[in-house]
């Protein structure tokens, strides 16, 4: 079935770097728009970056964009968030997600990532 596997989560210092993937499998990954979010301890789950199906177009939101950069290898079925300059308050747990699939949303799992010194 249609699944989301996010990977690539964990401790890194402020200033630091990590890529997150999520692994698409189930369906024609390159024919779908793909979304980040993330949901930070105690607040609301928050939009953070999509991408068109092509990887042509992308948008960010204020608080990451000159920091995260998305991107996507169709061949490999696997949308990617390289993450720098990270900060304190970008601590959360990751999630990629697929808006419209027949008529519903696909969620991945979340990957926690925790940026502290």
């Known amino acids: 079935q249609v699944q989301l596997v996010e990977s690539g989560g964990g401790l890194v210092q402020p200033g630091g770097s990590l890529r997150l993937s999520c692994a698409a499998s189930?369906?024609?990954?390159?024919?779908?728009?793909m979304t980040w979010y993330r949901q930070a301890p105690g607040k609301e789950r928050e939009l953070v970056a999509d991408i068109n199906y092509s990887g042509g177009t992308t948008n960010y939101a204020d608080s990451v964009k000159g920091r995260f950069t998305v991107s996507r290898d169709n061949a490999k079925n696997t949308v990617y968030l390289q993450m720098n300059s990270l900060k304190p308050e970008d601590t959360a747990v990751y999630y990629c997600r697929l808006p419209y699939y027949r008529g519903r949303e696909v969620w991945g799992q979340g990957t926690l990532v925790t940026v502290s010194s």
């Open positions: 189930g369906f024609t990954f390159s024919n779908y728009f």
